[in-house]
């Protein structure tokens, strides 16, 4: 979207794509049976991923099966661990190793945010606690129906003020403009390489934070101390959604041109097996069968995968 709308032009053109998106993937029979669902009141912590305790022991164990045949009717699940009440979700990535990298450099409190291509919400999650429940707002943008069936499952039982708007990254800043709100801090993690056009794509990004607002940022990167980009020929680990990974200066050159400065160096590291395997919750390959035999390389012949996360603020 370019053009700027009023509250209620946004507000009908998101209710016409959510619409869409379930009538397509025909998910809304799962949204139901999601609502449907028993209310046990519950309490949530982090410890490795997020753990859902009942505050009544019984009625989950009534409710056990019917629990756990839905959460595996909503696979694939890439983000987690989720531990509700006695059925471990266990995800393709283990996130709380993202989320502990990232949580020292980000103070949340009172902050209006927003996390982009969010999944299932499970660094939302993360978030609510990290900000101590004292946010102002947390919202999440993904345009997939089964993350959104994947998040309203998990928030039935911890019912956490959290938003989950499925809209991709291009309606971002008219979502901001339309309520009259640019974000204190936007996430975006694991989506700038899927995007066709990844400068375009951070001027959203940064067109949306107010002044001095801050971008965590976690990409692929190409390791060069060249200013260039690996831009694959068909797939790069067997994705074949993924069309720019630039090296370091390329990726701050980008930022800058995009108005986004204060480029900080979170951390930089290969993605490894212990991080990203496959699982009973996905009933799909995962890292281990994109990469040779050592794991220095993809299938295809390029640099193994290495993550860049990476902290900027808007001037």
């Known amino acids: 979207m370019q053009e700027r709308l009023s509250s209620n032009e946004f507000k009908e053109y998101a209710e016409k794509k959510a619409k869409h998106i379930t009538s397509a993937k025909n998910i809304a029979p799962l949204l139901e049976h999601i609502a449907s669902l028993p209310h046990i009141p519950s ?116 019912q956490a003020p959290i938003t989950f708007e499925l809209l991709g990254v291009e309606d971002l800043l008219a979502y901001s403009q339309a309520h009259n709100q640019p974000f204190d801090i936007i996430f975006c993690l694991g989506v700038l390489y899927h995007r066709f056009d990844p400068m375009n794509t951070l001027k959203i990004l940064s067109q949306s934070l107010r002044k001095g607002g801050e971008l965590i940022l976690d990409t692929l990167i190409y390791e060069s101390n060249e200013e260039i980009c690996l831009c694959p020929t068909r797939s790069y680990a067997k994705m074949s959604n993924v069309y720019f990974i630039p090296s370091i200066s390329t990726l701050k050159g980008w930022c800058e041109r995009a108005n986004l400065y204060d480029f900080e160096i979170i951390n930089l590291k290969p993605t490894t097996t212990q991080e ?40």
């Open 43 to 158: 309490h949530f912590y982090s410890d490795n991923g997020i753990h859902i305790v009942a505050q009544d022991k019984t009625l989950a164990q009534k409710h056990h099966q019917t629990i756990y045949t839905l959460a595996t009717q909503l696979k694939p699940w890439r983000k987690g661990p989720f531990f509700l009440f006695d059925t471990h979700i266990d995800s393709e990535w283990q996130s709380f190793i993202k989320w502990q990298l990232l949580a020292p450099h980000c103070n949340l409190e009172g902050k209006y945010i927003a996390d982009v291509g969010c999944n299932n919400g499970y660094y939302m999650f993360e978030m609510f606690l990290q900000g101590e429940k004292l946010c102002k707002k947390i919202i999440g943008f993904d345009p997939s129906g089964i993350f959104k069936c994947q998040f309203d499952f998990i928030n039935h039982f911890i």
């Open 276 to 315: 990203q395997r496959q699982s009973a919750w996905v009933d799909s390959q995962s890292l281990g069968a994109f990469l040779n035999a050592t794991q220095t390389r993809t299938i295809e012949g390029y640099q193994a995968p290495v993550r860049g996360y990476f902290k900027l603020k808007k001037r």
